[in-house]
C-alpha cells in the first residue's frame, strides 16, 4: 500500500517509508491511496473468524507485502494479546474495555503494533532509532511499554513534572533499559514545543535518527481499526441493530480508525465524537467554521487538544463533503462538573466504575440516545480508573486498589532526568545519550 502527504498530494511513500519517517513534508500527514474493502463474508460473519485472523485481516492490505504474511500474524497476534471485553453498563449503553493492556490505556495497542512494525523494518539496518514523544500521561507509558527492549530502538519520552498520575508516572520512568524519562518542569505544551523544536533541528537531526510515536503515525493510526472490528464480533452476539459507536477524542485518531473500518464495510449507526471542553470538532459540525483554540486543561487530560492533527484524515475519509460529515458524526462538548456526576451516577445506578475520559463519553452517549428512542451503542472505554484516581475518588469518594498487575511496577524504582523548558538542555541530553 502506497500512502501520500495530505499537505503535498505528489508526495508518495510506502508504509515502511511512512511507518520510519511518521509524517511527510511540511509536517503533512500520510494517507492511505485507497480505501481497501473487507471481504462481505467475513464483515458479515465475524463469529466464524478467530480474533487474530480478524486482526490480520485489519491490517493486510495497509501492510501489503513489506511484512511477510506470518510475521504480520504474529505482530497482530501480540498487538491484541488481553482481552478486549464488551460489558454491558446500563439498559443501551455498553463499553467497550480497552484497558486490559500492559499500561492499562487503549495506545498500548498503537504502540505495541508500531514498535514491532518498526523494529522489523530496522533489523537489518545499522542505524538505532531515538523515538521521541511528549506525552500528558498516557502515550508516554504506552510507548515506553510498547518499545521496551526492542531492538535498535531508544525511547526518549518528556512529561510535565506533578501533572501526571502517580501509575502514569511509574509507568513512565520505572523500565529503564532502552526507555528514558525528562521530566520537564513546565507544561504539556512545553513538552510537545521542546519535541517540536527537537524535529527541526539539523544538529539533532545529523547526529541521531529521530521518529516520533503519536497518533500520526499510520503505524499507530491504523491497527485501532482491530478493536472496532472486535466490537462488532461481539455486538452482532448480543444486539440486532447496528450500534452507536461513542469515541472520547483528543487528537481524533482513534475515532478516525473507527470510521475508516465503517468506510470499510463495518456496520455502524452512527460515531460519536465525544470532547471535554476542548470543542474545536463539536463546533465545526455545528458551525462549519474550523477554528483552533487554546488548549484548555480538564479532567480528562488526554484529551486536551485544541487543535486535532488526526481531524484532516476525517475530512480525507469524507472528500471534504460536510454535509456527509455530518449525517454520520455528532459531536458534543462535556464539562468537568457533568464528568464527575456521571463518573458518580453510574457508579451508583450501575455499580460501574468509569474514569474521566470515558465518563465524557458515556455522557454524550445517553444524551444522544436519548433523542433516537430503541438505539443502543457502546463507548470506548480508553482507560482504566486507577490512571486517574483523583477525580474518580472525588466523584464516588472510593478509593480504587492499586490492580495486581501494577503492584510489581509500583515498587519499582522511578528514574528520570530533570530538566527546565529550555531547548538546549534537550539538544544537550540527546546529543550525549549516545
Ligand atoms: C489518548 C486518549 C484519548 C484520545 O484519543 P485520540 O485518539 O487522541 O482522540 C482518550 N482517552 C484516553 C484515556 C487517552 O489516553
Redesign the pocket.
Known sequence: MNYYNLKDKKEIVDFKTATIKGQGKDKGLFFPEFIPQFDTYFIENLHLFPDEEIAFQCMKDFVGDEIPSDILMEIVSETISFEIPLKKISENIYSLEL?HGPTL???DIGAKFMSRCLSYFLKNENKKVTVLVATS???GG?VANGFYKTTGTNVVILYPKNRVSPVQEKQLTALGENTYALEVDGSFDDCQNLVKQAFSDEEINSELFLTSAN?INVARWLP?QIYYVLALKQWQKLEKENPVIC???????????GILAHFRGLSAEHFIAACNENDMVPKYLKSKKLEPKETVATL?N??D?GN?S?FVRILELFENQFENLKSKITGYSIDDKKTLQTIAEVYEKYNYML????AVAYTALEQYLKEKPGKKGFI?G??HPV??PDAVEKATRIKIGIPKSLEELMKKEKKSVEITPDFAELKRFLLNKN
Open positions: 484497558f490505556a487503549f495506545k500521561g498516557d502515550t504506552a497518533s485501532q469515541v472520547p477524542s483528543g487528537n481524533f485518531g482513534n475515532i478516525c480508525a480528562s488526554a484529551m487538544v486535532p488526526n474514569e474521566p475520559h470515558s470506548l480508553t482507560a490512571k486517574f
